[in-house]
């Protein structure tokens, strides 16, 4: 059914033009100006439509900071309060967004920096107040993303470059999961493209040995990730990391990298980095 | 021959659908959330085609007050040094620019936000070091617009709104003359379509007594300029802004409105506002 989708979809003639890359950037790349460097070059030497989503780093707090502002905790977890959103807006939309776009412009990546207010790309819920009120952060729902405005600038041979802030459509930007901005936008455009998504962090990808790099699992698949799982291989914060990765296959992504962002290089010379999760049951 | 570029342009079907509103508004407009408000709705009311362009305002100076940055001034002249050009990213770019179109996406107004580094759409000229150095300054050179991405963003019905940033296509962000953005803007797409630039400020238009509102100049054309030139009824700060604006409209411009940011409204019933310069010899 997806190649049909694939086939029959108008604006995508050949298979070559019809790949699309969604890579998304933690902040610790974002922290170290020559990895990031480094990665942004690679990311604009990748052929074809690429989307890049990116994280905050340190840069927010330290901002923050300097303006005086102390973090809002509430139950130990940090809310972004009124005057966090504005700082998120600055550094997230402004300071980092606007820097990585001039950086890829000049290594010839036609990038056009966003929130998801723009072109009403992505809108969000502000999150419902249970027992904490998180304050301007919003939780993506179904037709979040309006995939016919993103193609129509994807087409146009624009590259999205994505901060991690939504709106909710009356007016307020809001604070989103970038893990979850990239696995939703790949999702939403896999109707169009053949998408792979890529989360790039600081390990090699999935590692049988957190403190071993030589240990990189290459491929998993639904019944190696049970396995792996049951074995207490993987834990804890890589669950979640790959239950998304796992349900953006199920929606139609073609395949999830999870790896390093020096390693991203590899991609224009077709050889696979990282962590390779497919469905190939 | 302007009329036949107009005819002859392979996107435009007909006149309407061919009318370009570029609109620029400066800081007193973005310091107050009432006017900008009531500005942000009349300006998602008017039908076609329209960019925005936005000055800073006095956000710029209280972010950096916070921050504990000194302005650094040379010679009483304002030098956007390293620090600056950050905070001026930051906000400009960030939070003025996102909230705007966060806003008018909430009218209605398919708005996307953008620096010239975005889409590589104007590309300025760091200013060269003569007496003072103005730090990252950019100024706008022949060909700093690409009119054929911007018109690609324009016809895929996106409303594009600039903040005064661009880049020197070396990866380095810039701080630009908003005045000079939305001429500069205005001149290369009336290539492409039938331009108006409106520059709204705090005052009716070109007053003949600046302390009355009452002594609106409806509509000046060169040789009226001349004249109230030599009356000295047009002087100092105004005469600028006016050499500006008929230099545009030499350039291809079809007219330029200076008035109120609060009377845009009139726009849409196609009343003029504010003084109309226009090329009648």
Redesign the interface.
Request: charged share 5%; glycine share 14%.
């Given at each position: 059914m997806y190649v049909n989708e694939v086939l029959l979809s108008p604006n995508n003639k050949n298979t070559t033009s019809n790949k699309l890359f969604v890579i998304k950037i933690g902040g610790n790349v974002i922290d170290n100006p020559e990895n990031l460097k480094k990665f942004l070059k690679d990311f604009a030497a990748i052929d074809g439509h690429k989307i890049l989503i990116h994280g905050g780093g340190k840069i927010a707090t330290e901002?923050s900071e300097?303006?005086?502002l102390v973090p809002n905790l509430v139950d130990g977890r940090r809310i972004t309060d009124e005057d966090t959103i504005?700082v998120v807006?600055?550094?997230?939309?402004?300071?980092i967004?606007?820097?990585i776009?001039?950086?890829l412009?000049?290594y010839g990546c036609?990038?056009?920096?966003?929130?998801g207010?723009?072109?009403?790309f992505i809108k969000a819920k502000k999150r419902p107040v249970k027992t904490i009120d998180y304050g301007y952060v919003g939780d993506l729902h179904e037709g979040s993303i309006a995939p016919d405005?993103l193609t129509?600038?994807i087409n146009?041979?624009?590259t999205p470059v994505f901060c991690a802030?939504t709106?909710d459509?009356?007016?307020?930007?809001l604070n989103t999961n970038a893990d979850t901005i990239a696995s939703a936008l790949a999702v939403a455009l896999s109707k169009m493209y053949e998408t792979t998504l890529i989360y790039c962090f600081e390990k090699k990808g999935v590692l049988k040995d957190i403190s071993n790099e030589g240990s990189l699992i290459e491929e998993i698949n639904p019944v190696v990730y049970e396995t792996l799982k049951q074995a207490n291989i993987i834990h804890s914060g890589m669950l979640p990391k790959l239950d998304n990765a796992f349900a953006a296959i199920a929606n139609g992504v073609k395949e999830v990298i999870i790896g390093k962002s020096d390693d991203l290089e590899t991609l224009k010379h077709n050889i696979p980095f990282g962590t390779r999760l497919i469905n190939n049951l």
């Open positions: 901002i300097s303006m005086g504005k807006t600055m550094v997230y939309a402004g300071l967004n606007k820097n776009v001039a950086q412009q000049s036609n990038a056009i920096g966003l929130t207010a723009d072109g009403n405005n129509n600038l146009a041979n624009f802030i709106h459509g009356q007016g307020q930007l």
